[in-house]
């Protein structure tokens, strides 16, 4: 069985500026690669669960989604960093059009996308981490059995609404994977 870091995209692997769908307004959140670099020395296979709503309210297509990913994982790779897999939901259950409407397992707070990638790769998720900067990041990683669950607390407050180490920066998650 692996072990993996699952990371949430906007806020954790870059800046969130909202809908994020272009390399130019895609910015690296700092302490990224070298947080990735340790898991990676440690055994993890690295993993992104991302929601993308932004698909299904039509700012942004599919395609404009898997061609960013695909340029991001290239920017992973040239720091020494391989990307397992990325994970997105591109539904609303009130806000998106046409088939993207719909209340699904997959969308964080759900564990849908956890759960999928544990079974693709054979991941045992009591050995693994899951990084994030929103409540439904930790609720999905519960929900999921992820006990290693660290919250990067500066940018929503959540009130203590979950169980998971908080941290101020995304540097300070490296002190979690062992």
């Not at 404009?64 to 391989?82: E, R």
């Not at 939901?89 to 964080?108: I, V």
Request: hydrophobic share 35%; aromatic share 10%; proline share 2%.
């Amino acid at each position: 069985m692996n072990k993996a870091l699952f990371l949430d995209r906007d806020g954790i692997i870059n800046i969130d500026h909202g809908y994020v769908y272009r390399q130019e307004d895609f910015e690296f959140v700092e302490g990224i690669f070298e947080l990735c670099k340790a898991a990676q020395r440690l055994g993890y296979i690295i993993i992104v669960i991302t929601n993308q709503s932004g698909i299904g309210r039509g700012r942004y297509t599919e395609e404009d989604f898997h061609q960013l990913t695909h340029w991001m994982k290239q920017q992973f790779t040239h720091q020494g960093v391989h990307i397992t897999d990325v994970y997105f939901c591109p539904h609303h259950p009130t806000k998106a059009k046409g088939n993207y409407l719909t209340s699904c397992e997959c969308r964080k707070p759900n564990p849908g996308m956890v759960l999928s990638a544990a079974k693709e790769h054979k991941i045992d998720v009591k050995q693994s981490i899951f990084v994030g900067d929103k409540i439904s990041d930790m609720q999905a990683a519960e929900a999921a059995g992820i006990h290693n669950r660290v919250l990067v607390a500066s940018h929503y407050d959540d009130h203590k609404q979950v169980e998971a180490q908080r941290i101020a920066k995304l540097s300070d998650a490296i002190a979690f994977v062992d």
